[in-house]
């Protein structure tokens, strides 16, 4: 798996999305009881594949990223189809410093990508987000 399995608490988040995906597999209320109570290994296996297509689906939605490990660091990310530009803001006593880089990856890493920094605490945000931070940067530079 490129992603790990939704919690019981995610899945019960979007359970309605997991019913969707279940009649589009052809597996009815009826049939997934069954295989409930039968303790069926097909259960782990539809748990599996669903949580592939959310996140599959989750991460492709985002655009950009923000994260800040401290109080004092700030990780900014614009993710395009093959590469993601970063950038980072650490203060020290007051004074910023600027940082910036960049990553390529295979279009089909691209989600695993950004689940990586969504486990890491990092948040989804605005694409102008970024746009404002290279701002403040370019302008803590000059």
Known sequence: M???????EEFEGVE???????ASEGITA????C??????????????EFSEVFWDGATG???SIEHRPSEFDLYVFNFGERSADVIHCKKDNGIAHWSQGGKTYEPEARGRE?????????????????????????????
């Open 35 to 48: 295989k409930l109570d039968a303790q069926s290994p097909d259960v782990d296996a539809c748990f599996d």
């Open 16 to 22: 309605a999305e997991f019913i969707r995906y279940l």
């Open 114 to 142: 950004i689940f990586l920094l969504l486990e890491q605490g990092a948040q989804p945000c605005e694409l102008e987000r970024f746009n404002a931070v290279r701002e403040e940067m370019i302008a803590g530079l000059n």
């Open 30 to 33: 009826d049939d997934w009881k």
């Open 61 to 63: 939605a985002i655009q």
């Open 2 to 8: 490129r992603y790990r399995r939704l919690t019981q």
